[in-house]
């Protein structure tokens, strides 16, 4: 079975990091923080000697300026080791017994969806600019057309021949009749109930598709691991929508799809009615 993305691995190291140096300091003024550095200890971010040397110390102030003074030793000589800092610090039993790193693991899922309608914002610029370069090149007349009477060319439109059964040429089926509105948490996506049926990528997200658990996973939910129940359609859990669309989609797997089809039963042959009466033997029991 393919694993699940996390949401981390959509960000590059440069943006870890920078969102790393804007924090330690919130991260070094935690309460209690034993818990903490052993959790980076047993990742070897940081080594057994720095680890008893900061728990040895009492007063408050000292804590925060050592477990400070760790950060930046982890920002300088283990850079490459920032999306392995992120991920021990952001498992869930981690994250319950400190609210900070809960905070932060939030702010960066939100940045995660800024970055991704810049990227759409940036797309959808660059497609308006092609398409206004390519009408004003079809606009300006050739060399060679000196006419006095200005024509302009007739932009034909033309369909493919080899359209779907039972749809026309040329025109666009409708797949909204197939989309439903969905959320996981603060997110919300659409999804198409065709691609659910097929366990593809069903769930668009900012112009990307998405698993149901990658979705899951996105919203912050992925420690539930159920998301036909972590995601809701129309008030009601994506478990109650596919029982009431008889939808039973199999398990989401990566590469190839294999044909689910049902094959049609053949069709059988009719038989012949045979006139003719066929004696009917009777078994009678003999009493003894």
């Not at 060679?144 to 024509?151: D, F, G, R, W, Y």
């Not at 025109?171 to 989309?179: A, D, G, K, L, M």
């Not at 509105?181 to 366990?199: I, S």
């Amino acid at each position: 079975m393919a694993a699940e993305k996390d949401p981390l691995d959509f960000l590059e190291t440069k943006d870890l990091l920078r969102f790393f140096r804007r924090n330690k300091n919130e991260m070094s003024c935690m309460e209690k923080p034993q818990i903490f550095l052993r959790q980076l200890r047993d990742h070897d971010l940081i080594s057994e000697d720095r680890y008893k040397t900061v728990t040895r110390l009492k007063r408050k102030d000292q804590i925060k300026d050592a477990i400070y003074d760790i950060f930046d030793q982890i920002g300088r000589e283990k850079s490459d080791c920032i999306l392995d800092f992120w991920r021990c610090i952001f498992r869930e039993s981690i994250k319950k017994l400190y609210p900070t790193l809960q905070e932060l693991y939030n702010n960066l899922l939100k940045e995660l969806v800024q970055r991704v309608e810049k990227e759409d914002t940036v797309k959808k610029n660059m497609e308006k600019r092609r398409r206004t370069v390519s009408i004003d090149d079809e606009e300006q007349p050739g060399p060679s057309s000196q006419t006095p009477v200005h024509q302009k060319k007739s932009r034909k439109t033309t369909f493919s021949s080899s359209s779907k059964k039972g749809e026309r040429a040329g025109v666009r089926p409708n797949t909204s009749e197939f989309e439903e509105p969905v959320t996981c948490g603060e997110l919300t996506g659409k999804l198409n109930k065709d691609k659910l049926t097929k366990g593809k990528s069903c769930i668009l997200f900012h112009k990307r598709w998405f698993t149901p658990s990658e979705f899951e996973l996105c919203a912050g939910r992925g420690s539930s691991k159920n998301w036909k129940l972590s995601i809701r359609c129309n008030g009601k859990t994506l478990k109650e929508c596919m029982k009431k669309w008889k939808i039973n989609p199999p398990a989401f797997r990566g590469g190839a799809k294999k044909n689910t089809r049902r094959k049609k039963p053949l069709a059988k042959k009719p038989q012949r009615q045979n006139t003719k009466h066929k004696a009917i033997k009777v078994a009678i029991p003999v009493k003894i």
